[in-house]
């Protein structure tokens, strides 16, 4: 569907979920196994939507992102842009695309009245050093903790209840940003008796986020619209053509697993 982002942000609560170093394989095989039941409520009759990220390790993928650049529709042709940052020579922002006279998407979103929140995940969002600080200050409020981080077996869960609370002390427009650290390695701990990360142990990790998603549901049920855009920031490689990890140019790290919805409750 297309959406006019400047109507969008004119009447909306925007959340935006990175499920970090989610293969887009793996995710369409579970949805297309049954095993996402609270995922799927968000998800097309045709599963996730494949994209190509703009970068393949998570500090490339989110400068990209933050500045508009969200993944990009694997069809080749140019696609216009949900929001954009204003500078010359752009051919993907067009009427529809939000367009905002700032560094980022996150600073105009500010400028526009929108409370903006970070909940981090992995490293690059932890404020420990002068590198994780880099995203975290974009926005007026952020957060991370250990209990968020990829060591955390129920680090979504802890996530997720940040996030309600947050909702639920926000009642003006908020941009809330997740970043969902469970698909990062070490997963090997969402298998029993398993000590090595693996494909396996890594889409157990994904049904572990779907089942603490309903959380984070219940609290955007109880705003009055919500455009929702939730997609991995790039992929990885558990031995594919002897790769393992990321920051590389294979296939299972460049596509990755896309949606964006907009839900709207009656008052």
């Known amino acids: 569907m297309e959406y006019n982002m400047n109507e969008i942000v004119a009447e909306s609560d925007i959340v935006f979920i990175t499920l970090d170093t989610l293969r887009y394989d793996v995710a369409q095989t579970l949805w297309i196994k049954g095993k996402l039941p609270n995922f799927s409520k968000w998800l ?23 500045a508009g650049f969200l993944p990009t529709p694997v069809a080749p042709e140019k696609h216009p842009r949900l929001f954009a940052t204003r500078f010359a020579g752009s051919e993907t922002a067009v009427l529809n695309t ?11 979103l500010q400028q526009k009245g929108f409370k903006t929140i970070c909940i981090g995940g ?20 952020s957060y991370w903790e250990e209990a968020f981080g990829v060591t955390n077996k129920h680090s979504t869960q802890a996530q ?5 609370d947050l909702l639920e002390k926000h009642l003006d427009p908020v941009f809330l940003f997740i970043n969902i650290s469970a698909l990062h390695q070490p997963n090997c701990f969402y298998l029993e008796n398993n000590l090595q990360d693996t494909i ?6 994904l049904e572990y986020v779907d089942s603490q ?16 855009i939730c997609s991995a920031d790039h992929g990885t490689t558990y031995g594919e053509d002897g ?5 590389i140019g294979h ?15 009656e008052s």
């Open 44 to 66: 097309s009759s045709d599963g996730w939507e494949q994209r190509h990220t703009p970068g393949s390790f998570t500090y490339a993928a989110h400068h990209a992102f933050f």
């Open 98 to 108: 939000c367009t905002f006279n700032a560094p980022t998407i996150v600073e105009g």
């Open 122 to 141: 992995v490293g690059f969002f932890n404020k420990q050093t002068p590198l994780s600080t880099v995203f975290p200050s974009l926005f007026e409020e």
């Open 160 to 164: 997720f209840e940040k996030a309600a």
């Open 213 to 228: 998603l309903p959380i984070l549901m219940n609290a955007l049920n109880k705003r009055k619209q919500t455009f929702v």
């Open 243 to 247: 790769y393992t990890g990321h920051r």
């Open 251 to 265: 296939p299972n790290v460049w596509n990755v697993p896309y949606l964006e919805i907009l839900l709207t409750n």
């Open 200 to 205: 396996d142990s890594h889409a157990a990790a």
